[in-house]
T-cell receptor, first 117, second 115 residues
């Protein structure tokens, strides 16, 4: 089974709809991240969380909100979706505390392809 | 602010040749980490290699090595003996403190390996 899962994998929605993307991990990592990928722009950080009580804005947080329901779950919401939020969304995890492995390597989920019409 | 620059939008390389993918970075943090990820056409992001700013030696992972030149702020990925399965997008990324606050990515290089 995959260590980092994202649901749904694909979603088509309409402008103005509320959308939630979910991320779950079984890696036991404490840090979780949401990125979006647009063609030609690489990945950009939306939000990140160090634990359930610590949420931080990234480079492009406007129009998004997040919830860290548990150590293993981190969801991203678009309160009122707009067409320029059409993108590939990735969840990632990392464990700063783990010894003996590469520090802070981020492990990505498979991505959610979101289309806003 | 951190910045990653990848100047090669696309590259064509013959199978079995070595490949160098360029990456330059800019940061004012003395402690940082540099990462390379591979994204095949299926879309997933695959971690390849990591270099810490205080690491004395260049990182290596199998056929991947990172040519880290700190004074020049470059962190080029070298793939030895390229294979058809190496065809993919490659992203260079950087994080301060090793990446704890999230990574800054470059725009990527699309590598195509030709038989």
């Amino acid at each position: 089974d995959a260590d980092v899962t994202q649901t749904p994998r694909n979603r088509i929605t309409k402008t103005g709809k509320r959308i939630m993307l979910e991320c779950s991990q079984t890696k036991g990592h404490d840090r979780m991240y949401w990125y979006r990928q647009d063609p030609g722009l690489g990945l950009r950080l939306i939000y990140y969380s160090f634990d359930v009580k610590d949420i931080n804005k990234g480079e492009i947080s406007d129009g998004y909100s997040v919830s860290r329901q548990a150590q293993a779950k981190f969801s991203l919401s678009l309160e009122s979706a707009i067409p320029n939020q059409t993108a590939l969304y990735f969840c990632a995890t990392s464990d700063f505390r783990k010894q003996g492995v590469v520090r802070d390597t981020q492990y990505f989920g498979p991505g959610t392809r979101l289309t806003v019409l | 602010a951190q910045k990653i620059t990848q100047t090669q939008p696309g590259m064509f390389v013959q199978e079995k040749e070595a490949v160098t993918l360029d990456c330059t970075y800019d940061t004012s943090d003395p402690s940082y980490g540099l990462f390379w990820y591979k994204q095949p056409s299926s879309g997933e992001m695959i971690f390849l290699i990591y270099q810490g700013s205080y690491d004395q030696q260049n990182a290596t992972e199998g056929r991947y090595s990172l040519n880290f030149q700190k004074a020049r702020k470059s962190a080029n990925l070298v793939i030895s003996a390229s294979q058809l399965g190496d065809s993919a997008m490659y992203f260079c990324a950087m994080g301060s403190g090793g990446g704890a606050d999230g990574l800054t990515f470059g725009k990527g290089t699309h590598l195509i390996i030709q038989p």
